[in-house]
């Protein structure tokens, strides 16, 4: 089970961070990511951390601006969000992947939490 939080308003040039919380079946849990999600689009990849070595992957859009971080002992995985955009307004979600795969589609990843939002005004 996944628990996301974190999401609220903020302006443009401003800083969010997101947390997400893993319960359950979390020792085998091969990697962490973030995908966002705009009304009439399709669900995005924005980050992903391996739990073993917290390697990460990050999307063209967002690097430089987002970090995915990770926090073994607690099963959390988090994702700081700084110089927002309001093209980065959307439903953000967390999901877990159990075992290697690309990391980056929607289809890799086997469990998912609920999106928290994340409005960034001009």
């Known amino acids: 089970q996944l628990q996301a939080s974190g999401g609220g308003l903020v302006q443009a040039g401003g800083s969010l961070r997101l947390s997400c919380a893993a319960s359950?079946?979390?020792?085998?849990?091969?990697?962490m990511g973030w995908f966002r999600q705009t009304p009439g689009k399709e669900r995005e990849f924005v980050a992903t951390?391996?739990?073993?070595?917290?390697?990460?992957h990050y999307a063209d859009s967002v690097k430089g601006r987002f970090t995915i971080s990770r926090d073994n002992a607690k099963n959390t995985v988090y994702l700081q969000m700084n110089s927002l955009k309001p093209e980065d307004t959307a439903l953000y979600y967390c999901?877990?992947?159990?075992?290697?795969?690309?990391?980056?589609?929607?289809?890799?990843?086997?469990?998912w939490g609920q999106g928290t939002l994340v409005t960034v005004s001009s």
């Open positions: 999901a877990t992947a159990m075992r290697l795969r690309s990391l980056v589609l929607i289809q890799d990843y086997d469990y």
């Open positions: 359950g079946r979390t020792f085998s849990t091969y990697a």
């Open positions: 951390i391996r739990w073993s070595d917290g390697n990460t």
